[in-house]
Nanobody, 124 residues
Framework: QVQLVESGGGLVQAGGSLSLSCAASGRTFSSDAMGWFRQAPGKEREFVAV????????YYADSVKGRFTISRDNARNTVYLQMNSLKPEDTAVYYC?????????????????WGQGTQVTVSS
């Protein structure tokens, strides 16, 4: 069993920045692809970013590429999402997800474990 706990959400003005963290426990973190997804009110959950267990491979949604950066510190069992140049359309609940012993994927159904989410609100 993997447990994921997100933190760092909050309210920020458009153009500002936020950093999200996800602390993982329960298995070998370095073998897990770790992803971030988000869900806005009335919309389906969408892919944001993912990084491989080794940290070498990363994918980003087109909507956040160049603005968001996903990173991980395997020694601390933590994955991060640095969000810059935030826009009102980035407003959503952000979820951390784990895909044990697998390559990174953009599909939410490929992930086995999920955090409870953290709210990010970007004002205009």
């Amino acid at each position: 069993q993997v447990q994921l706990v997100e933190s760092g959400g909050g309210l920020v003005q458009a153009g500002g920045s936020l950093s999200l963290s996800c602390a993982a426990s329960g298995r070998t973190f370095s073998s897990d692809a770790m992803g971030w997804f988000r869900q806005a009110p009335g919309k389906e959950r969408e892919f944001v970013a993912v990084r491989s267990g080794s940290g070498v491979i990363a994918y980003y949604a087109d909507s956040v590429k160049g603005r968001f950066t996903i990173s991980r510190d395997n020694a601390r069992n933590t994955v991060y999402l640095q969000m810059n140049s935030l826009k009102p359309e980035d407003t959503a609940v952000y979820y951390c997800a784990a895909r044990p012993n697998r390559l990174p994927s953009k599909g939410a159904r490929d992930y086995d474990y999920w955090g409870q989410g953290t709210q990010v609100t970007v004002s205009s």
